[in-house]
């Protein structure tokens, strides 16, 4: 069974740095795309950043210059970094994984329980 | 970027209900559309990709259809499980939701 735990989620003050964690198994994170997607409360859903199977890395504008994803293949784990957080940050964050189909476009399968960011002094 | 636009962003309907939500792309995206449903304090879950193809497991009475512009999911007897919100996806951008709620 393929299932993606997310950690390290909790309270943090506006400017401060937080790091989140993606623990894989039953997939092998270094030969998947992996995408992190947050959620603000009562609100939709945002895609935040990708890592693709060969090391590239995209962001969303929003979080560009403030957020880093990695991956750990050793540890199957992909990570988010984000530093300078700010209020509008607050979030259920989720990895999940990207899977691309060419001629299909891509969708997002499975996705791990998320982890609550709390922005806020 | 494209946009996509679910319609309605609320609908209330009974048991058995026939219900139908659309997405409307701002420009063509062929069948590259996914859909998913979530229920409060839990992960989305994948019911259909590629516009038209059911995520394993995912029961039958849930059918997604279109192309270009256009792209409909379509629960054809609404169970009481089914009672969550649903949203589109393509590439990197999300609709904004269907709330479903009980009538």
């Known amino acids: 069974e393929v299932q993606l735990v997310e950690s390290g989620g909790g309270l943090v003050q506006p400017g401060g740095s937080l790091r989140l964690s993606c623990a894989a198994s039953g997939l092998t994170v270094s030969s998947n795309y992996m995408s992190w997607v947050r959620q603000a409360p009562g609100k939709g859903l945002e895609w935040v950043s990708v890592i693709y199977s060969g090391g590239s890395a995209y962001y969303a504008d929003s979080v560009k210059g403030r957020f880093t994803i990695s991956r750990d293949n050793s540890k199957n784990t992909v990570y988010l970094q984000m530093n300078s957080l700010r209020a509008e940050d607050t979030a259920v964050y989720y990895c999940a994984r990207d899977q691309a189909s060419a001629g299909t476009g891509n969708w997002f399968d499975p996705w791990g329980q998320g982890t609550l960011v709390t922005v806020s002094s | 970027d494209i946009q996509l636009t679910q319609s309605p962003s609320f609908l209330s309907a009974s048991v058995g209900d026939r219900v139908t939500i659309t997405c409307r792309a701002s420009q063509g995206i062929s069948s590259d559309l996914a859909w998913y449903q979530q229920k409060p304090g839990k992960a989305p879950k994948l019911l259909i990709y590629?516009?038209?193809t059911l995520q394993s497991g995912v029961p039958s009475r849930f059918s997604g259809s279109g192309s270009g512009t256009e792209f409909t999911l379509t629960i054809s007897s609404l169970q009481p499980e089914d009672f969550a919100t649903y949203y589109c996806q393509q590439f990197r951008e999300f609709g904004q939701g269907t709330k479903v709620e009980i009538k």
């Open positions: 590629a516009a038209s």
